[in-house]
């Protein structure tokens, strides 16, 4: 009987290199994983165009199935569990595996729920993990195994440059904090900038702090979330007593809080089409 890998998106996201390890001809790509790469920024981008490569290779690219059958197929409770294009990958491996019953399909993904939902419909998964190790014998693409390798060197250097940038800017901040006066500083900026340039420059600070967000969004989750703690802690610096504590400090701490959890967010939504977007998930429980 011959095989089938249908690969979910957290799969490919996890380890590319499985795009490689048996002939294109083996693989299927759902139509809803090619949806969701192509419009993850930056490393998604780069794993969309492996996908795209892999496809030119000969795997096949699998359109949507019907919903209303598949759905009666997952069931009510197992539908209702998936939502996006997780349901729509389980929609489209249903529909596969009824069109093409002589062929032995597998899905390949880190997804729990889908792989839950598809299991009770006899349908098996396997894990990138599994799936290398199944397939380690096999003699991998060359061509498309040295690209998903650059891909994910690149996503292990941004990670690290994105780190340390982060601290960079986060210990240059608390130097700023524990050696200026910056009620002297700010003071000496109202009497030497109009009021329309103070509003000018406030603008423009918002907008270049939103467009640093769109375009560095792992780098600015880390800083804000960095920043949050830092304010947290300064309450308790340099004599730490509860008992000076009062409702300007407690407002701080609740503002700190706040900024932290934005950061985690932030952080969150730049590690999605990394290697790190599952790992972030399953802790999360996203």
């Known amino acids: 009987m011959a095989n089938r890998?249908?690969?979910?998106?957290?799969?490919?996201?996890?380890?590319?290199?499985?795009?490689?390890?048996?002939?294109?001809?083996?693989?299927?790509?759902?139509?809803?994983?090619?949806?969701?790469?192509?419009?993850?920024?930056?490393?998604g981008k780069s794993i969309y165009?492996?996908?795209?490569?892999?496809?030119?290779?000969?795997?096949?690219?699998?359109?949507?199935?019907?919903?209303?059958?598949?759905?009666?197929?997952?069931?009510?409770?197992?539908?209702?569990?998936?939502?996006?294009?997780?349901?729509?990958?389980?929609?489209?491996?249903?529909?596969?595996?009824?069109?093409?019953?002589?062929?032995?399909?597998?899905?390949?993904?880190?997804?729990?729920?889908?792989?839950?939902?598809?299991?009770?419909?006899?349908?098996p998964s396997l894990s990138p993990t599994q799936f290398l190790a199944l397939t380690s014998t096999s003699q991998?693409?060359?061509a498309l195994l040295a690209d998903a390798k650059n891909v994910v060197s690149k996503q292990w250097r941004a990670l690290l440059i994105a780190i340390a940038s982060s601290a960079i800017t986060l210990i240059a901040t608390q130097l700023s904090i524990s050696y200026a006066d910056i009620a002297r500083q700010v003071a000496y900026l109202i009497q030497t900038i109009s009021i329309w340039g103070t509003v000018v420059l406030i603008l423009f600070l918002g907008v270049s702090l939103f467009w640093l967000?769109?375009?560095?969004?792992?780098?600015?989750?880390?800083?804000?979330?960095?920043?949050?703690?830092?304010?947290?802690?300064?309450?308790?610096?340099?004599?730490?007593?509860?008992?000076?504590i009062d409702y300007v400090h407690l407002i701080q701490i609740a503002t700190s809080l706040y900024v932290m959890v934005r950061g985690l967010d932030n952080i969150g939504k730049g590690l999605e089409g990394g290697r790190l977007e599952s790992a972030w998930r399953r802790v999360f429980a996203e």
């Open 49 to 123: 165009q492996l996908v795209v490569e892999a496809i030119d290779n000969g795997a096949e690219l699998a359109a949507p199935a019907t919903r209303s059958r598949q759905d009666r197929r997952l069931g009510s409770g197992l539908s209702g569990l998936l939502r996006g294009a997780d349901l729509e990958i389980a929609r489209t491996v249903l529909g596969y595996v009824s069109q093409h019953p002589s062929l032995d399909v597998h899905v390949i993904t880190t997804d729990r729920e889908i792989a839950g939902a598809l299991r009770t419909s006899g349908i």
């Open 5 to 43: 890998y249908i690969l979910d998106t957290s799969a490919i996201i996890r380890a590319p290199e499985l795009l490689a390890h048996v002939p294109a001809s083996e693989l299927v790509i759902p139509q809803a994983v090619i949806d969701e790469l192509e419009h993850r920024r930056d490393s």
């Open 213 to 244: 967000r769109q375009h560095y969004r792992l780098q600015y989750g880390i800083v804000e979330f960095g920043l949050g703690f830092l304010w947290a802690v300064n309450v308790f610096f340099p004599e730490f007593d509860y008992s000076k």
């Open 140 to 142: 991998p693409d060359p």
